[in-house]
């Protein structure tokens, strides 16, 4: 069971790097995006210094809706997946690991850029932390509840845009409670409160979204 | 070994099996016959436990496949119309990772020389392969599979050359000769010789 969960790491994040462009998309999406409601909104530091935890955290999650969308269908089209569903792992442990992969290529380089778009909106240093760990708490959360979508609308047509239906409404409280953290440390207050909600959702989403995700796999496979 | 019992099942409100029963034992080789269309993939994807069927079961040694899940895909290679080989990867890389993913020993060593049996390269991306070798870096893991009870082909030798079909008939016998169980499904004659083989025709 372990060696099939490290040969889907691996292999996956091989296949990453051997196409660098998809994984790029992804996060240069992230960078435009939070890039352009200064030039919307306009300069106005007191008010990007305000917004700037609700814009990350929004754009985070648009991106990493975006990069669902190649999480199985790839797989799916090369007849790679059925091999998957008649592996000798069970298949919740099969899916665990590729959302691994995936957030490792996708969810964690946003973890590390957001502090660089921070600056950007004049966010006080002492907040790049909170923000950083509210996303190292949050972006994992995302890639699990978006992999159960991405699942269900497997060779569906149009399904980035059913995808983004289902997925969006239940990202609602990892925003939520995100962008909540970075506000809190910024009205001085503790953040705690706000990150043990997120570790909690992660850790729910972590023991339920593979098997949920597994069954989803077989639903849209038939 | 294998039981499948009133096979039912509809695709698209038309029923494409119907009342289907079949029993295969150890050192039985099998052979789903019939025109395009006729079911011929469905029955295979029943009998794997990719798709379940609306009536009727599949018993493996006894046990109904639902509930043995991995227990049972352990014990059976299925080989699909798709290759199922990654194009970014090479032909050894592929080999390596789907005998992991069911669970089988790859050492380096006999993976390469399991795609030199099969004639492929092993360190070129199988993006530059043509059709017929991508199916040959699919049928390679045969040759790691000879421990496995079961094995199910679809089209083994579809795209496939003389010397390929050929090796592949070959393991196939082997395999059936070792004791082991073999379905496959073909729409032409294939280079088995028919007086060992069962056939069930669909449609």
């Known amino acids: ?124 240093a002492p907040l790049f932390g909170v923000l950083a760990l509210s996303l190292l708490l949050g972006t994992p959360v995302l890639s699990l509840v978006g992999a159960i979508g991405a699942a269900l609308t497997l060779g569906v047509r149009g399904g980035g845009v059913l995808l983004s239906l289902l997925v969006l409404p239940l990202y609602v409280p990892v925003l939520i409670f995100g962008a909540g953290s970075v506000d809190m440390a910024a009205a001085g207050l503790t953040p705690q409160g706000q990150l043990e909600l997120l570790a909690a959702l992660l850790l729910v989403s972590a023991a339920l979204a593979p098997w949920a995700i597994g069954a989803a796999l077989r639903i849209s496979t038939e | 070994m294998l039981e499948a019992s009133d096979i039912e099942l509809e695709r698209g409100g038309r029923p494409l099996l119907r009342g289907l029963s079949l029993a295969l034992e150890g050192g039985e080789l099998l052979r789903v016959a019939g025109a395009n269309g006729s079911g011929k993939t469905t029955l295979l994807k029943v009998l794997c436990g990719l798709l379940v069927p609306d009536g009727g079961e599949v018993r493996w040694r006894g046990a109904p496949i639902r509930q043995l899940r991995e227990d049972y895909s352990r014990h059976l290679v299925y080989l699909g119309h798709a290759p199922a080989v990654k194009d970014d990867l090479t032909a050894a890389e592929n080999l390596a990772v789907s005998c992991v993913l069911a669970g089988l020993a790859a050492a380096p060593q006999a993976v390469q020389q399991a795609l030199a049996r099969y004639e492929l390269p092993a360190d070129v991306a199988v993006r530059k392969l043509s059709q017929g070798q991508r199916r040959r870096a699919a049928l390679a893991r045969l040759l790691l599979s000879e421990t496995v009870p079961l094995w199910l082909l679809d089209e083994p030798f579809a795209a496939l050359d003389a010397a390929a079909a050929r090796l592949t008939g070959d393991l196939i016998a082997r395999h059936v000769a070792r004791g082991h169980a073999v379905v496959y499904s073909t729409h032409q004659p294939s280079g088995i010789d028919d007086s060992t083989v069962r056939v069930i025709e669909l449609g």
Request: proline share 6%.
């Open chain 1, 1 to 124: 069971m372990i060696a099939a969960v490290c040969c889907i790491l691996r292999r996956d994040l091989l296949l990453s790097l051997r196409r660098r462009s998809d994984v790029a998309t992804a996060l240069l999406f992230f960078v435009i995006v939070a890039s352009l409601f200064p030039l919307g909104i306009g300069a106005e530091p007191n008010l990007l210094r305000s917004i700037a935890p609700g814009v990350i955290w929004v754009a985070a999650l648009l991106s990493s809706m975006l990069s669902l969308g190649r999480l199985f269908a790839a797989d799916h089209a090369d007849g790679t997946l059925e091999q998957m569903l008649l592996g000798a792992a069970p298949l919740g442990v099969v899916a665990a690991a590729k959302v691994l992969a995936h957030w490792l290529v996708s969810g964690l380089p946003l973890v590390v850029i957001a502090p660089l778009i921070a600056l950007q909106y004049d966010l006080p």
